[in-house]
């Protein structure tokens, strides 16, 4: 009759494994928690001009022509698309949405303020650039500190694609 031996397995080493484990599991869940917190940060970004500018309906709207710009934000008249919106002599919009003096832009008014947002297709992709900015900063994290290499390629891809959009229909 031959001898089992029996392998045992030395205590020391399994409570090595399970903090190994337990290191490996903290480390994913920061992770994750970086990349989502990043994300978080981009949508509540954009969402303050976003709103303004793919939510029109019961906002003042209309067009702005430009004719002045300074280091950060163009002036122009603002003239409401219906007759219950109220002319104003002067209304600012961010300069990165402009090219040119003389252009004329459609946009909303924000309540309560002299500030306009641009409305349209560039107006909404130009309001959601700092989502686009914060997928490509947690495809990193994703792909560095998640090592999802497939996932992070997807979503730095909508990004860029977010951004290269925005850019194109300025």
Known sequence: MAKTTSIRRNPVRRA????????????NVAMASVALLLLAAGVWTSWGTAQHSMLTKGRERGTVTITRCGSDTCTGPFVPADAAGTDRPMVSIDKSVTHKTGERLLVAVKPGTNEVVRTGWG???YAWV???GALLL????VAGGLRMRRTAWAIGLLGAALLVAS???L
Request: hydrophobic share 55%; glycine share 16%; proline share 4%.
């Open 16 to 27: 090595s494994e399970s903090a190994y484990g337990l290191l490996l599991v903290g480390k």
């Open 123 to 125: 107006g909404a992709l």
């Open 130 to 132: 700092p989502f686009g």
């Open 138 to 141: 947690a495809a990193l994290v």
């Open 167 to 169: 850019f194109a229909t």
